[in-house]
Every structure is written in C-alpha cells, then in structure tokens.
C-alpha cells in the first residue's frame, strides 16, 4: 500500500502562482512514476503532469506546457508541482497519484491523494 497527503493548493488571482505537494509512504519503492491529476466540476479527471522515479522522463498536459513544472525528490518521497501564470481554468481539485507500472504510467494509476482545492480568481 501507498499513503498520498497533498499540501499547498488555495485561492490565488490570475497571473499568480501556486506550489503542490504530495508526501509519499509506505512501499514508496514500488512506484514508478508520480503524477497529478486535476478535476474541475462536471468535467473528468484529467492528467496535468507526471514524473518517472529517475526524473529523466516527464509529461505535462498541453494547456500547462510552459506553466507548470513537476519535480521529484526520491530520498523525501515527494513530488512537487509548480504551477505558474495561473489561469482561471486551471480552477480544480488536484489529485496526487502514484503509477506502479512502468509499461503504462501515463495512463494507470493505482494510489490516489485526498485532493486538494486550487482556484484561480479572474
């Protein structure tokens, strides 16, 4: 089993920025990549950005490319998402979760956080 605690979303104006955490534990050495996912209301749960164990490989959604940077730091079990130049469609729960597969990472993930609320005022 995998525990994701997400920390660091809030209310922010458009054009600010905001810094995601996620805090992993348990069989941590299982995971092969780390993603974050976000949802807005009425619409699916979408993969903004994720980052394989090594850090050489990560994957970010078209509409942050540019925005938002992931990062990873293995001796924490920790993810972080810099999301900059905010925009109010960027306005959604994020959700921290962990992919065990290496074969599908960018699609499967088995381990979920509790979210946390990002919203972006215009």
């Known amino acids: 089993q995998v525990q994701l605690v997400e920390s660091g979303g809030g209310l922010v104006q458009a054009g600010g920025s905001l810094r995601l955490s996620c805090a992993a534990s348990?069989?941590?050495?299982?995971?092969?990549?780390l993603g974050w996912f976000r949802q807005a209301p009425g619409k699916e749960r979408d993969l903004v950005a994720a980052?394989?164990?090594?850090?050489?490989?990560?994957y970010y959604a078209d509409s942050v490319k540019g925005r938002f940077t992931i990062s990873r730091d293995n001796a924490k079990n920790t993810v972080e998402l810099q999301m900059n130049s905010l925009k109010p469609e960027d306005t959604a729960t994020y959700y921290c979760?962990?992919?065990?597969?290496?074969?599908?990472?960018?699609?499967?993930?088995?381990?979920w956080g509790q979210g946390t609320q990002v919203t972006v005022s215009s």
């Open positions: 979760a962990a992919s065990m597969s290496w074969l599908s990472w960018r699609t499967t993930y088995e381990y």
């Open positions: 348990g069989r941590t050495f299982s995971i092969y990549a």
């Open positions: 980052i394989t164990r090594s850090g050489g490989t990560t």
